[in-house]
């Protein structure tokens, strides 16, 4: 919707900038989507006169004029345009100035002869014959006496090319502002100054429209209200430059008088109209019915359109003269010998409307109003302005009285006033008095507590639109900050954040997260050696599988891992290092459903990959899940793992997870040619028996006492024995442990190695004494001792 602030100026009186109203009327709930200033690509073209011309010595077709523009001296102007006189009123582009299109004009020479500027056309100023129709559209735009002749006078102000246009973003639920009072009833509300609405009068010239005119409505449920008036002794010429100003303005091309008045109304009132050549229609009768199968119509644009039973028409008693809401037939448009006309205002059901248009591939100004449902109340004085204007522009003689066909429900829409719910729900203390004056500026009425909703405002159903009309005018920026109430706060479980964890663990570790499917083939048991009578072979089988490959819901997360390994391995990955947070699902019989169980898989290979380096991984998550007693146990019976290269890890004697390089066997049947490793480690039990809790510890005081001890022990005896040996012994001024050294080979017996470890030891009170760390690390050899580990000496 375009709006012109000249035409706004009619019914209210707004003192803003032009930036400060569209900034008001947007935060009141009218978006503007841009305004600018007619005219404001023009520079430097003032009015002149045409003292005199003379022919150019050099040229037969250019004229040397005199133009005075009121100063001093006058200015020499040569053209070449040929509807010039003495006396003419010219639009003249000084030297230095800037017509349509940006093209700048200088001061120059034509055929020797100097012009100081150029004298404007129509197209040079951005407009056309239907803005000043009694100008010649390819000579020089002669001033007419609807216009300033000022001498000097800025060109956009002689002419009236000087409106603010504004334009609007207006949502489908508000068609009563694609109107300009509609606009006007808003901006008023929101500076708070009064509506000035126009009451059309009619005066009419006598005769009875109901002798000219018959209507008769078919399907009411489509057609709301039907209104006709009949003018005769119709004066077809141009519109007042007032009237063409302001279409113009609005993006509307002026034709002439009676076409004019009709898109005049629907802009000013958001009421689409059409007129009628009253001759055109047979036995003085207009129907409005439904459409008869393969009927056809050629509307105003020459195009034969064919119609069905689903489109509604407006006719006569033999053939249809328009498509109703849409577009005219190509007979029912005033002509330039047209003597009596008769003018529809009507209100059609919206979806019949937007269905028509589309079907027909036809949306027009009318069919975008109607689609949005109108408000048959606005029919009547939409046709009383429409006369009003007629008289006013002596553009025919009205013919008393009016056919108004109404079938529209007048019954009035309310809702309880109830202003200490709209401050509850809005959050804000506006009083009862404030909230009536709101209501009322928009053209709500507020009588015994009870709103009465006008005809225009079909959006407004319940009191949680009545509180949005309060805020607006109210000020969104007026309403106090709050905390919402009702909303959860919102964090994470301890689960996730068990998760989260162990996502931020593994990929800082240098892994990639994989999703793989929780369903698989059968077969993947085989390929990993899983014997034929392991629990792990007991799955859940799926009645309606993609395939075979798909058939089983996996109890274990190994092949998935094996699949993506083998996948990257083929695909020249050198290096691959992978996990997952993987659903297993164990079954428990056919009446119960399954125990949905959660791994941390891991699965590695690569040229700098070992079981080390897997097993630092599992000890960085066991660390970071705050596990710190544990035993890490061969394992030597698992078919899926290499037998002497695969660990479990035990927490308070319960086995809580597996690692290890895979089988050579598993590997092949994998197409891998290199080591793998796998790690698989339930998640409840990382849950159930870690803390992730830390506890602040300050920076230490005082130092610390370090000793190196180092032991002969039987190779197959864990090193995580004998720190937590160590641990025990030394007590609680141990910090750390650490293993520095595994030796084997000379001077250690066979089947023997010597392991070294580096002690810190430290107190949060004072300083220890040598004594003390002493005693400390003969207490650790002693334990050790006992269980038949003696110090290397």
């Not at 010429?237 to 091309?253: D, N, T």
């Not at 009309?469 to 106090?480: D, K, T």
């Not at 690692?659 to 849950?687: C, K, M, W």
């Not at 269980?787 to 290397?792: A, C, S, Y």
């Amino acid at each position: 919707m375009i709006l012109s602030k000249k035409w706004l100026s009619d019914f209210v009186k707004i003192d803003a900038s032009d930036k400060d109203f569209a900034e008001a009327i947007t935060i009141s709930g009218s978006k503007v989507e841009s305004f600018r200033k007619e005219g404001d690509d023009l520079k430097n073209i003032v009015v002149g006169r045409v003292d005199f011309l003379e022919r150019h010595p050099d040229s037969d077709h250019l004229w040397i004029c005199s133009i005075n523009v009121g100063k001093e001296e006058n200015l020499q102007i040569v053209t070449g345009a040929q509807n010039l006189k003495a006396g003419d009123y010219v639009p003249v582009a000084l030297d230095n100035s800037v017509v349509h299109g940006g093209k700048a004009i200088k001061k120059g020479k034509l055929r020797g002869v100097e012009s100081c500027g150029m004298l404007c056309s129509l197209g040079e100023l951005g407009l056309t014959a239907h803005d000043f129709p009694y100008a010649v559209e390819d000579g020089i735009f002669v001033l007419g006496d609807d216009c300033d002749k000022t001498l000097g006078t800025p060109i956009q102000q002689a002419i009236g090319l000087d409106d603010t246009v504004t334009e609007f973003e207006i949502t489908s639920n508000r068609p009563d502002c694609l109107s300009i009072i509609g606009l006007a009833r808003e901006a008023a509300a929101t500076y708070k100054v009064p509506f000035n609405k126009h009451v059309p009068v009619v005066k009419t010239s006598g005769g009875d429209v109901n002798e000219l005119l018959k209507v008769r409505i078919e399907n009411p449920e489509r057609c709301y209200r039907y209104c006709g008036a009949v003018v005769k002794n119709v004066r077809v010429k141009p519109s007042p430059r007032w009237m063409r100003e302001r279409l113009r303005a609005c993006g509307v091309r002026p034709i002439n008088n009676i076409v004019d008045i009709t898109n005049y109304v629907m802009l000013e009132y958001g009421q689409p109209m059409h007129a009628f050549d009253h001759r055109f229609i047979k036995d003085r009768t207009v129907v409005v019915r439904t459409a008869v199968n393969g009927e056809k119509i050629t509307t105003l644009d020459g195009v034969e359109r064919e119609l069905n039973n689903t489109m509604l028409v407006i006719a006569d008693t033999e053939k249809p003269v328009a498509v109703a809401g849409v577009m005219g037939g190509e007979f029912s448009g005033i002509m330039d010998d047209t003597n009596t006309i008769v003018f529809e205002s009507a209100c059609f059901n919206g979806p019949t409307t937007r269905r028509t248009a589309k079907a027909l591939g036809m949306r027009t100004e009318a069919s975008g109003r109607y689609e949005k449902e109108l408000d048959p109340q606005n029919c009547m004085p939409a046709l009383m302005r429409a006369l009003e204007l007629v008289e006013e522009l002596d553009a025919g003689d009205v013919v008393s009285g009016i056919v108004d066909c109404d079938h529209s429900d007048k019954t009035p829409r309310t809702l309880p006033f109830d202003w200490e719910w709209v401050n509850r729900f809005i959050g804000i203390d506006c009083s009862k008095e404030e909230q009536k004056r709101i209501l009322e500026a928009i053209d709500f009425k507020v009588e015994d507590d009870t709103i009465i909703i006008p005809s225009f405002r079909n959006d407004i159903v319940g009191k949680a639109d009545i509180s949005e009309e309060i805020a607006r005018f109210y000020g969104y920026a007026n309403i106090p900050n709050r905390p919402l109430r009702g909303v959860a706060n919102g964090k994470l479980t301890e689960t996730q954040q068990l998760e989260k964890l162990i996502n931020d663990t593994l990929i800082g570790c240098g892994l990639t997260e994989v999703s793989t499917y929780s369903f698989m083939s059968p077969k993947a048991y085989d390929k990993i050696c899983l014997p034929k009578d392991s629990k792990l072979r007991e799955s859940i089988v799926i009645s309606n599988p993609l395939g075979e490959d798909t058939s089983i819901m996996r109890t274990t997360a190994v092949p998935s891992l094996l699949e993506v390994l083998s996948r990257n391995y083929n695909n020249r990955n050198l290096k691959v290092k992978i996990y997952e947070l993987a659903m297993q699902y164990i079954p428990r019989g056919t009446e119960e459903l399954p125990i949905e169980k959660q791994s941390v898989s891991i699965g590695m290979y690569g040229a700098d990959v070992d079981f080390f380096t897997l097993k630092g991984v599992v000890e960085e998550l066991l660390y970071k899940c705050g596990i710190d007693k544990y035993d890490v146990e061969p394992v030597t019976d698992n078919p899926t793992f290499h037998p002497g290269r695969t660990a479990k890890i035990v927490v308070d004697g319960d086995e809580i997870g597996i690692l290890g390089e895979i089988h050579p066997t598993v590997q092949a049947n994998y197409a891998i040619g290199t080591r793998v490793y796998i790690a698989e480690i339930d998640f409840n039990s990382l849950e159930a028996k870690g803390n992730t809790k830390r506890t602040y510890k300050p920076l230490p005081k005082f130092p610390s006492s370090n000793r190196d001890l180092a032991f002969v022990c039987d190779r197959d005896i864990p090193v995580l024995k004998l720190e937590r040996l160590i641990s025990e012994a030394v007590g609680k001024t141990l910090e750390s442990i650490a293993l520095f050294d595994v030796y084997t080979g000379a001077q250690i017996a066979e089947n023997m190695k010597s392991v070294a470890f580096n002690i810190r030891m430290r107190s949060p009170e004072r300083t220890l004494t040598d004594e003390e760390a002493d005693a400390a690390m003969k207490r650790a050899i002693k334990a050790l001792s006992k269980i038949g580990i003696e110090l290397r000496k």
